[in-house]
T-cell receptor
């Protein structure tokens, strides 16, 4: 059983379109992070959300943490080819093994020019 | 500032061969991690080290050993490689102190080692 379910698994869109990626769980997380990974590289942290209902913006990227801290979403406005990559959500589970991050399987985004 | 450096970048092994994956960080972090990334499986923790001289098992430690040589270096060893160990291996170092992760901790990843075991 995957603790963090990401959807969709693959997404291919045209430049200028908007998109949303989801990260869902039945467990509560004390914090949740979003990473972007480009081909041949390691993941790079984009944002950390901590408070239920929290919204953070990073240029054209908007991150939201669910009120119950069980889910999160990443919305990209006017996607650009440079947004192409694997987006991973990861969290520290409340009351669980808080020495490690639990990762979702990722959403592979392709933005076509 | 190099961050986290992994060597080698690519490696092909035959079943039964051994090898050591090297990882070094120059950010003076206490904690370091080894992950493997497989298609459709996400990142899974192999071993971690909360400080120099300590190591602990993660989710998938079987078939691996680690050494925290000093604060900078954390190596991963495959004693007898198997095809199931074909994967991309990532090392990460983490800001902060102590074993427990909080929202303030940031993981910095290396570029990975792509290992094929034939």
């Amino acid at each position: 059983t995957q603790l963090l379910e990401q959807s969709p698994q693959f997404l291919s869109i045209q430049e200028g379109e908007n998109l949303t990626v989801y990260c869902n769980s039945s467990s509560v997380f004390s914090s949740l992070q979003w990473y972007r990974q480009e081909p041949g590289e390691g993941p790079v942290l984009l944002v950390t959300v901590v408070t239920g209902g929290e919204v953070k913006k990073l240029k054209r990227l908007t991150f939201q943490f669910g009120d119950a801290r069980k889910d999160s979403s990443l919305h990209i406005t006017a996607a650009q080819p440079g947004d192409t990559g694997l987006y991973l959500c990861a969290g520290v589970r409340s009351g669980g093994s808080n020495y490690k991050l639990t990762f979702g399987k990722g959403t592979l985004l392709t933005v076509n020019p | 500032n190099a961050g986290v450096t992994q060597t080698p970048k690519f490696q092909v092994l035959k079943t039964g061969q051994s090898m050591t994956l090297q990882c070094a960080q120059d950010m003076n972090h206490n904690s370091m991690y080894w992950y493997r990334q497989d298609p459709g499986m996400g990142l899974r923790l192999i071993y971690y080290s909360a400080s120099e001289g300590t190591t602990d098992k993660g989710e998938v430690p079987n078939g691996y050993n680690v050494s925290r040589l000093n604060k900078r270096e954390f190596s991963l060893r495959l004693e007898s490689a198997a095809p199931s160990q074909t994967s991309v291996y990532f090392c990460a170092s983490v800001t902060g102190t102590g074993i427990f992760l909080t929202a303030k901790n940031i993981q910095y990843f290396g570029a990975g080692t792509r290992l094929s075991v034939l």
